[in-house]
């Protein structure tokens, strides 16, 4: 599709599941970036790729955080031991932004609702 | 360290009211884009309009127009003649190459009919 595709649009789980989120950005977009949104807040940073490599994970809350784009293209946050507190929004961004290049405008998908009971 | 703040929680207006959203951001680079976000509500980020660090022309498209003050560190978002569909959650949101985006924590406008 043209835009960035995120899946499940809805996931359930019970506290302590492990859990994966897929984010497949628009095609030839190097950076990607993982957000996560809590009902009224801001858009909270947790990682960002520039091709294959975190360039900066500092947003990860913990390790039960982890995110990989092994292709440089599709992206998967996995949670282990999900908590309740993880109940949020999951957004992913991607952008054609290198290193000279583009002024950084970030293309967003719909997100993945995770609702941890 | 990069922060964006947006004093506004809520604001409600009536349509046709011209409406002015506030951001102010904290930054050490030199060199940065800030930018606006709509987020209706169907939940989907959208862009709006983007200023880099080395132009303070203000400019205006179409109902949008933005002033940038980098004296005050302030790049505030104006809607002219609001709309029902302009009803949204507003981010403004600081970046730099190789950096992450880091956005306000949103202001909420309603605009009645």
């Known amino acids: 599709g043209a835009g960035v595709s995120q899946t499940p649009s809805n996931k359930v789980t019970e506290k302590g599941k492990y859990v994966e989120l897929r984010c497949d950005p628009i095609?030839?977009?190097?950076?990607l970036y993982w957000y996560r949104q809590s009902l009224g807040q801001g858009p909270e940073f947790l990682i960002y790729?520039?091709?294959?490599?975190?360039?900066?994970d500092s947003g990860l809350p913990n390790d039960r955080f982890f995110a990989v784009r092994p292709e440089g293209s599709v992206s998967t946050l996995k949670i282990q031991r999900t908590e309740r507190g993880d109940s949020a929004v999951y957004l992913c961004?991607?952008?054609?932004?290198?290193?000279?290049?583009?002024?950084?405008?970030?293309?967003f998908g719909e997100g993945s609702r995770l609702t941890v009971l | 360290a990069q922060k964006v703040t947006q004093a506004q929680t809520e604001i409600s207006v009536v349509e046709k009211e011209d409406v002015t959203l506030d951001c102010v951001y904290e930054?050490?680079?030199?060199?940065?884009?800030l930018f606006w976000y709509k987020q209706p509500p169907s939940g989907e980020l959208v862009f709006l309009i983007r200023?880099?660090?080395?132009?303070?022309q203000n400019e205006i498209s179409g109902r949008y127009s933005w002033n940038f003050q980098k004296s005050t560190s302030s790049f505030n978002f104006t809607i002219t003649a609001s709309q029902v569909v302009d009803s949204a959650v507003y981010f403004c949101?600081?970046?730099?190459?190789?950096?992450?985006?880091?956005f306000g924590p949103g202001t909420r406008l309603s605009v009645l009919p």
């Open positions: 949101a600081l970046w730099n190459y190789g950096q992450n985006f880091v």
């Open positions: 790729f520039q091709g294959t490599g975190a360039a900066d």
């Open positions: 200023r880099n660090s080395f132009d303070e």
């Open positions: 961004a991607s952008s054609p932004q290198t290193s000279g290049g583009s002024t950084g405008e970030l293309f």
């Open positions: 095609s030839g977009h190097t950076a």
């Open positions: 930054t050490r680079d030199t060199t940065y884009y």
